[in-house]
């Protein structure tokens, strides 16, 4: 079971680590909701093809990806979402869609948003739909390695600007 292989990979780096149980739940908005943590500290990973090669991206779970602008970042002729049925071949001990960051423990390279990085804490699923785990970002980054990038991704529902109407007053 991967749990196990995750468990066992960080209790051997001597990582410390706590999970969270929850019902189960298949969105990032949902977890972060019943775990009662901000969909800033939720880490959800996506697996990409780009020009035919699989990676790993991880982005706050208020986040979604851009294939354009990864496209762009990553001078790729051709990026997509690696399918769900690759997906259960790739992470064969995880049920689909709740992958953890560790691309690393795979062969998959790892690009990581830097919003994350800027976070004391990074929370994600440990292969299953109903546990979140935590663990330090310092110790996350040293373990995986990831490659920090700035786009490729953007804000769900960014908030908008105000417009403030300066009409009729006299100073």
């Not at 468990?7 to 780096?13: E, H, K, T």
């Not at 790729?76 to 690393?104: D, R, S, Y």
């Not at 990581?112 to 299953?128: K, P």
């Not at 996350?140 to 700035?150: F, G, S």
């Amino acid at each position: 079971m991967y749990i196990q292989r995750l468990s066992n990979y960080l209790n051997q780096a001597h990582i410390n680590y706590q999970v969270l149980q929850h019902s189960p739940a298949y969105k990032a908005k949902e977890i972060a909701e019943m775990t009662h943590i901000s969909g800033m500290d939720f880490a959800k990973t996506l697996i990409i093809n780009v020009d035919g090669i699989s990676m790993m991206l991880v982005l706050p779970g208020t986040y979604r990806w851009d294939p354009v602008s990864f496209a762009n970042m990553m001078g790729a002729q051709t990026v997509e979402l690696v399918p769900e049925e690759e997906l259960a071949l790739l992470f064969p001990n995880c049920e689909v869609g709740a992958m953890p960051p560790f691309g690393n423990l795979y062969g998959i390279a790892v690009y990581i948003a830097r919003e994350l990085t800027l976070r004391q804490h990074i929370m994600f699923n440990a292969g299953n739909h109903h546990e979140v785990w935590q663990m330090d970002y310092y110790d996350y980054h040293e373990l995986v390695a990831p490659r920090v990038i700035t786009e490729g991704y953007l804000r769900k529902n960014p908030s908008r600007p105000v417009h403030v109407h300066h009409g009729g007053f006299s100073h």
